[in-house]
């Protein structure tokens, strides 16, 4: 009789641990990777780059509304970017050319390479509800806040007129790291795979619906106002503390 009572007071006190609603609130602490970069809405001709790679690391915070669906949040620093990205492109122009001492126009064209090394590094809020369909595996879909901590977004521009030897190459650097905006905002949805029940790994797809760029930043350097949404995927542990 003793040890049918000993058994079932083993067996309340390992239900009460495994139910979440018994302690709504899971805390924790979060790193791995984010691999992604800013995407043009419109991809112009010659126009090419990598995918950035960074850390990202940080805590969340879970809240249990039913065993079953339970709101995740945090805090967490990531850096992704475009490293690098370039571009080629060829236009007409009009060009001044001396003559002993007379000025002609001429009509000629020029090439142009741009090369770029895009850095970003973002404080992010990510909000989400979570859907657990096994003990095992979790699906995802809410949103993220980030916030600009650090930019930089150099370009290294080389210019042939004509042929070359019309006028000297032009070479023009410049960072526009002052005209990124520092609120970007979009949506998620993801999965995680629960390994033991505070250890889990968490792969997340986000999706800006704000240009990094401040309206405006295309127009005012004489090219076509285009869109640069953050576009990333991370892939993090998840480690429940408390």
Do not use: C
Request: without cysteine; proline residues 4%.
């Amino acid at each position: 009789m003793k040890n049918i009572v000993l058994i079932l007071m083993l067996v309340n006190i390992v239900q009460a641990q495994e139910n979440p609603l018994e302690k709504p609130w899971k805390f924790g602490v979060r790193s791995g990777l984010t691999a992604g970069a800013p995407i043009p809405n419109k991809l112009e001709k010659g126009e090419d780059g990598e995918l950035g790679i960074g850390p990202l690391i940080g805590f969340f915070a879970k809240y249990h509304l039913s065993k079953k669906i339970y709101i995740e949040t945090g805090l967490y620093y990531d850096s992704r970017g475009n490293s690098p990205y370039t571009k080629q492109y060829r236009r007409d122009t009009i060009v001044d050319v001396r003559f002993g001492s007379t000025i002609t126009q001429l009509p000629t064209f020029y090439n142009a390479w741009i090369i770029g090394n895009l850095k970003l590094r973002y404080l992010t809020l990510p909000v989400n509800a979570s859907w657990a369909i096994k003990k095992w595996f979790v699906v995802q879909v809410g949103s993220q806040l980030h916030y600009l901590l650090k930019a930089s977004d150099k370009d290294s521009i080389k210019i042939i007129v004509g042929e070359g030897g019309v006028v000297d190459d032009i070479y023009r650097t410049y960072e526009n790291a002052k005209d990124i905006q520092n609120w970007d905002y979009g949506a998620n949805t993801g999965v995680s795979f629960y390994f033991f029940p505070e250890l889990e790994l968490q792969i997340r797809y986000h999706k800006s619906i704000r240009s990094i760029y401040r309206d405006g930043f295309f127009k005012d350097n004489n090219q076509e106002e285009r869109k640069f949404l953050n576009a990333h995927l991370d892939i993090a542990v998840n480690y429940q503390i408390k």
